[in-house]
């Protein structure tokens, strides 16, 4: 793991994994940053590593067949970790083909430059050699398995069953990467991972938006009786975790990494507003979105026995470390509330909310 190319490296997750690398792995020689910037995607971000000669940025669309070969073409990667996704539940049921195309079609994108730049033999279609410690990641989420009982975990044998148009693209965007392991021999893996939340996480996700909300008295909308359950992850955790499957993980295996910390989303918001000083008469129940998974919670026994991987920091250690960020950073969440999301958070949620 010495070049790597990240996409979506501007976003939450993705810019926190940056941040990791850079900072746990001298021994990486380049990590080039694809992102389009979209509305979750923030350069100030990696204001932490824009001085690291090792770190390249390039804005472009993972679905720019030419760009993305141009990129492997120039800096001959031998690891792509791929973040780049749209996410949103909510914005997938206002607009469900952008999140097949760029979730489906950009993931096969990269599929298809890393199998032709990486075949020993580009031109034998019945070759499946490959330079060595080569790796593609896909990075993908646990809502891929659909909902559970009251009781229970998703495994990595559980069958997929998304119930949301974002979580099936990015069902179908594992299904290919799975295929190109199986019918082309390409070195891959697959993580699923739970709720994460920790620092530079978007506002229109649970934690920072309810913070947002409290910090400005404003009321904060629960969906329907808001007793779904999440695992929850720190996302520094989640990004050790990574770390470890491309170092260490076994080729063609799907890993689960989940935080072992089940919360509904009313605790969540009870406790925020606790650590705030805030009333819980602040709370609004709102009517719940259409196919809102229950629960979601990840058995990760795998990724620990096999790789050795643990999560550090138990949920209310990471809740107030995140809060304290929040909170010491409130240049960066004013200039990330912009106009277009506060009319999007308007269409989600009505002007009232």
């Given at each position: 793991m010495?070049?790597?190319?990240?996409?979506?490296?501007?976003?939450?997750?993705?810019?926190?994994?940056?941040?990791?690398?850079?900072?746990?792995?001298?021994?990486?020689?380049?990590?080039?940053?694809?992102?389009?910037?979209t509305?979750?995607?923030?350069?100030?971000?990696?204001?932490?590593?824009?001085?690291?000669?090792?770190?390249?940025?390039?804005?472009?669309?993972?679905?720019?067949?030419?760009?993305?070969?141009?990129?492997?073409?120039?800096?001959?990667?031998?690891?792509?970790?791929?973040?780049?996704?749209?996410?949103?539940?909510?914005?997938?049921?206002?607009?469900?083909?952008?999140?097949?195309?760029?979730?489906?079609?950009?993931?096969?994108?990269?599929?298809?430059?890393a199998?032709?730049?990486?075949?020993?033999?580009?031109?034998?279609?019945?070759?499946?050699?490959?330079?060595?410690?080569?790796?593609?990641?896909?990075?993908?989420?646990?809502?891929?398995?659909?909902?559970?009982?009251p009781?229970?975990?998703?495994?990595?044998?559980?069958?997929?069953?998304?119930?949301?148009?974002?979580?099936?693209?990015?069902?179908?965007?594992?299904?290919?990467v799975?295929?190109?392991?199986?019918?082309?021999g390409?070195?891959?893996?697959?993580t699923?991972?739970?709720?994460?939340?920790?620092?530079?996480?978007?506002?229109?996700?649970?934690?920072?938006?309810?913070?947002?909300?409290?910090?400005?008295?404003?009321?904060?909308?629960?969906?329907?009786?808001?007793?779904?359950?999440?695992?929850?992850?720190?996302?520094?955790?989640?990004?050790?975790?990574?770390?470890?499957?491309?170092?260490?993980?076994?080729?063609?295996?799907?890993?689960?990494?989940?935080?072992?910390?089940?919360?509904?989303?009313l605790?969540?918001?009870?406790?925020?507003?606790?650590?705030?000083?805030?009333?819980?008469?602040?709370?609004?129940?709102?009517?719940?979105?259409?196919?809102?998974?229950?629960?979601?919670?990840?058995?990760?026994?795998?990724?620990?026995?096999?790789?050795?991987?643990?999560?550090?920091?138990?949920?209310?250690?990471?809740?107030?470390?995140?809060?304290?960020?929040?909170?010491?950073?409130?240049?960066?969440?004013?200039r990330?509330?912009?106009?277009?999301?506060?009319?999007?958070?308007?269409?989600?949620?009505?002007?009232?909310?």
């Amino acid at each position: 793991m010495k070049r790597l190319l990240v996409t979506g490296g501007a976003g939450f997750i993705g810019s926190n994994f940056i941040q990791y690398v850079l900072k746990n792995r001298q021994d990486v020689e380049l990590l080039v940053n694809l992102d389009l910037l979209t509305y979750a995607g923030n350069l100030e971000n990696l204001l932490p590593v824009q001085g690291d000669r090792r770190y390249v940025f390039v804005r472009g669309d993972i679905r720019d067949r030419a760009l993305v070969r141009e990129l492997f073409d120039r800096w001959t990667f031998d690891t792509v970790v791929h973040f780049a996704a749209e996410s949103h539940v909510d914005r997938s049921l206002l607009e469900p083909e952008l999140f097949v195309s760029t979730n489906v079609l950009g993931t096969q994108s990269l599929l298809d430059a890393a199998r032709d730049h990486w075949k020993t033999e580009p031109g034998n279609k019945y070759s499946r050699a490959y330079r060595p410690g080569v790796v593609y990641l896909q990075v993908s989420t646990d809502e891929v398995y659909g909902a559970l009982g009251p009781t229970g975990f998703f495994t990595e044998t559980s069958p997929l069953s998304p119930n949301s148009p974002y979580s099936a693209s990015k069902a179908g965007a594992d299904m290919l990467v799975r295929a190109y392991g199986q019918s082309y021999g390409l070195p891959v893996n697959i993580t699923r991972c739970s709720n994460n939340y920790g620092p530079y996480q978007f506002p229109e996700k649970l934690i920072p938006l309810m913070l947002h909300n409290a910090l400005e008295d404003r009321p904060l909308p629960v969906y329907g009786d808001g007793r779904q359950i999440r695992d929850w992850l720190h996302v520094e955790d989640h990004c050790a975790a990574l770390l470890a499957v491309l170092e260490r993980g076994q080729r063609g295996e799907v890993y689960n990494v989940g935080g072992g910390s089940e919360r509904t989303n009313l605790q969540i918001v009870r406790l925020l507003l606790s650590q705030l000083g805030k009333s819980e008469d602040l709370i609004r129940h709102v009517p719940d979105r259409p196919g809102h998974d229950r629960r979601y919670a990840v058995d990760s026994d795998k990724l620990r026995a096999e790789l050795g991987w643990a999560p550090r920091h138990s949920f209310e250690q990471g809740l107030e470390e995140t809060v304290a960020w929040y909170l010491a950073n409130p240049g960066w969440v004013e200039r990330v509330v912009s106009g277009d999301y506060l009319a999007y958070y308007a269409k989600m949620y009505g002007p009232d909310a």
